[in-house]
């Protein structure tokens, strides 16, 4: 009796002590902190916005007219447990935003001479002479309906390594793109179709024309003359600092970047700040900015009005122009109206939208579940959070499944077989868990039967209470399985570090 309770008050004091290791140290509940810099009456109607909405991390906002911008930041824009909020300059990702720079590019080299919108790519790619790529307008990949594929070859086959927390982007440099336009299909009859490999293209078309690459042509033509001189697209000369707000998703799993020169013209690695994107708009609204035909629609993209890029919604209030961007862990949104005077500029550093933060500041009707879209400000979908407290689950039972095994088991193989494969289940629940929702208590709590199953199956195997027999090794009957258990937990141990 004395031995039994020798190992149950271990376990209950082993299990207590994971749960304080949970809270301290598991996973963080993902949500805007209460952090503030800037204005703190528009750090206000965003945080109204968000209000009972997890899943982000920080939030950089402003408001802009053609004379004035205000900004405000929210939440915690280190890596750490806690931390400031962002700054003005504090460096988010563009996303797809930035295909608005490549549009004003276009919209320029037209205005220059340099380009039309009739010309075809092989015109200025002439490696494409005689391909179907080669036939397609750059006006058309402006707006999204030359017929080309959403990405060249080599990226779609490589879209695979997200799951795995790998860039995609990662073998796209501008030769691989060409090549891969080379023998890409073009479908005439496909309806318009957002497109990377077409803006990609489109940007590496510009650069030619220019007789420059597409990072020195934004960084002559756009960012430099009007002074953003946080905007730009990362390389060996210039490499992103240590301090850029790190991307993660929805429930704070670190995220990966997708720098690659080929696909550089869409937006998949370029950073920005607050204040550089709203002196964007800025010189939007005032007509300063290169290439602001882009803004004026003069096609159809699914229903909606679209520009070079850029796409317009109207509405009761008047019509506004805007163009959002997401990569793996950051999303942007700029909305605009010349006839208002107005702008909103949104980065956020989760992989969650922030088109609704946007809407909601646009309308001056900060109340979740009003926007002008008529949808609140989102978290992930339902089904997958479903996903995550499933891994929750999973997770628990094997967790339970190890403590049944060490107080019950009748050798210490199996049970360190069950304690490797919960071990497992247990990082899986690190990376995938619900932790938009709740935080690292519920991971503490998961691990508690784990650590008490080795606490007691130690008690059991080594340390003995004099007058109690130690459990054997190996089971009386065959080791095979109990060898299989190991490995396979070893085996997904390893490979759900590939995860980070």
């Given at each position: 009796?004395?031995?039994?309770?020798?190992?149950w008050?271990?376990?209950v004091?082993?299990?207590?002590?994971?749960?304080?290791?949970?809270?301290l140290?598991g996973?963080?509940?993902?949500?805007?902190?209460d952090?503030?810099?800037?204005?703190?009456?528009?750090?206000?109607?965003?945080?109204?916005?968000?209000?009972?909405v997890?899943?982000?991390?920080?939030?950089a906002?402003?408001e802009?007219t053609?004379t004035?911008?205000?900004?405000a930041?929210?939440?915690?824009?280190?890596?750490?447990?806690?931390?400031?909020?962002?700054?003005?300059q504090?460096?988010?990702?563009?996303?797809?935003?930035?295909?608005?720079?490549t549009?004003?590019?276009?919209?320029d080299?037209?205005?220059?001479?340099e380009?039309?919108?009739?010309?075809?790519?092989?015109?200025h790619?002439?490696?494409?002479?005689?391909?179907?790529?080669g036939?397609?307008?750059?006006?058309?990949?402006?707006?999204?309906s030359?017929?080309?594929?959403?990405?060249?070859?080599?990226?779609?086959?490589?879209?695979?390594?997200m799951?795995?927390?790998?860039?995609?982007?990662?073998?796209?440099s501008?030769?691989?793109?060409i090549?891969?336009?080379?023998?890409?299909?073009?479908?005439?009859?496909?309806?318009?179709?957002?497109?990377?490999?077409?803006?990609?293209l489109?940007?590496?078309?510009?650069?030619?024309?220019?007789?420059?690459?597409?990072?020195?042509?934004?960084?002559?033509r756009?960012?430099?003359?009007l002074?953003?001189d946080h905007?730009?697209i990362?390389?060996q000369?210039?490499p992103a600092?240590?301090?850029?707000?790190?991307?993660t998703?929805?429930?704070?799993?670190?995220?990966?970047?997708?720098?690659?020169?080929?696909?550089?013209?869409?937006?998949?690695?370029?950073l920005t700040?607050?204040?550089?994107?709203?002196?964007?708009?800025?010189?939007?609204?005032?007509?300063?900015a290169?290439?602001?035909?882009?803004l004026?629609p003069?096609?159809?993209?699914?229903?909606v009005?679209?520009?070079?890029?850029?796409?317009?919604?109207?509405s009761?209030?008047?019509?506004?122009?805007?163009?959002?961007?997401?990569?793996?862990?950051?999303a942007?949104?700029?909305?605009?109206?010349?006839?208002?005077?107005?702008?909103?500029?949104?980065?956020?550093?989760?992989?969650?939208?922030?088109?609704?933060?946007?809407s909601?500041?646009?309308?001056?009707?900060?109340?979740?579940?009003?926007?002008a879209?008529?949808?609140?400000a989102?978290g992930?979908?339902?089904?997958?959070s479903i996903?995550?407290w499933?891994?929750?689950?999973?997770?628990?039972?094997?967790?339970?499944l190890?403590?049944?095994r060490?107080?019950?088991?009748?050798?210490?193989?199996p049970?360190?077989?069950?304690?490797?494969?919960?071990?497992?289940?247990?990082?899986?629940?690190?990376?995938?868990?619900?932790w938009h929702?709740?935080?690292?208590?519920?991971?503490?709590?998961?691990?508690a039967?784990?650590?008490?199953a080795?606490?007691?199956?130690t008690?059991?195997?080594?340390?003995?209470?004099?007058?109690?027999?130690a459990?054997?090794l190996?089971?009386?009957?065959?080791?095979?399985?109990a060898?299989?258990?190991?490995?396979?937990?070893?085996?997904?141990?390893?490979g759900?570090?590939?995860?980070?």
């Open positions: 009796m004395q031995h039994r309770t020798r190992l008050l271990t376990g004091v082993t299990a207590l002590i994971a749960v304080l290791i949970g809270a140290v996973p963080q509940h993902q949500r805007v902190g952090q503030t810099a800037g204005d703190p009456d528009l750090a206000a109607r965003v945080r109204t916005t968000i209000d009972g997890d899943g982000r991390r920080a939030l906002v402003a802009v053609s004035s911008l205000v900004w930041g929210l939440g915690n824009a280190t890596a750490g447990r806690s931390g400031p909020a962002p700054t003005q504090s460096l988010f990702q563009t996303g797809s935003v930035a295909k608005t720079f549009a004003a590019l276009f919209a080299a037209i205005t220059r001479g380009v039309t919108a009739e010309d075809r790519l092989s015109d790619l002439p490696e494409l002479a005689g391909t179907p790529a036939e397609v307008t750059l006006g058309s990949l402006a707006q999204h030359s017929g080309l594929p959403s990405l060249g070859a080599t990226v779609a086959a490589d879209m695979g390594l799951l795995v927390g790998e860039n995609p982007y990662a073998t796209s501008v030769e691989q793109l090549a891969d336009a080379a023998i890409a299909p073009v479908n005439a009859d496909r309806p318009p179709t957002y497109s990377n490999f077409g803006f990609s489109l940007g590496t078309a510009l650069a030619r024309a220019a007789e420059t690459d597409y990072r020195s042509l934004l960084a002559d756009i960012t430099g003359p002074g953003m905007t730009w990362p390389d000369s210039r600092p240590a301090d850029v707000v790190p991307g998703a929805f429930n704070g799993t670190p995220m990966t970047t997708w720098p690659g020169d080929g696909y550089a013209p869409s937006g998949t690695y370029t700040s607050i204040e550089d994107l709203a002196i964007w708009a800025q010189a939007l609204l005032a007509g300063t290169p290439g602001t035909e882009a004026t003069t096609a159809d993209f699914n229903g009005p679209i520009g070079w890029a850029w796409l317009t919604a109207n009761e209030t008047g019509a506004t122009v805007w163009h959002n961007g997401m990569t793996a862990g950051h942007a949104i700029v909305v605009l109206s010349p006839d208002q005077d107005r702008a909103i500029v949104v980065l956020g550093n989760t992989d969650l939208e922030v088109d609704s933060v946007a909601a500041l646009w309308t001056d009707n900060p109340e979740p579940g009003d926007t879209a008529g949808t609140p989102q992930p979908t339902l089904s997958v996903l995550c499933i891994v929750a689950g999973i997770a628990g039972s094997l967790s339970l190890a403590l049944w060490a107080c019950r088991g009748r050798s210490a193989l049970v360190i077989a069950l304690v490797v494969i919960a071990a497992a289940g247990l990082t899986l629940l690190w990376h995938s868990g619900p929702s709740v935080g690292g208590w519920l991971w503490g709590l998961l691990l039967p784990t650590l008490a080795v606490t007691i199956g008690l059991r195997t080594v340390f003995v209470t004099p007058g109690t027999v459990i054997p190996r089971p009386a009957r065959t080791t095979a399985v060898v299989a258990g190991i490995a396979l937990g070893a085996l997904l141990l390893v759900l570090a590939q995860l980070w």
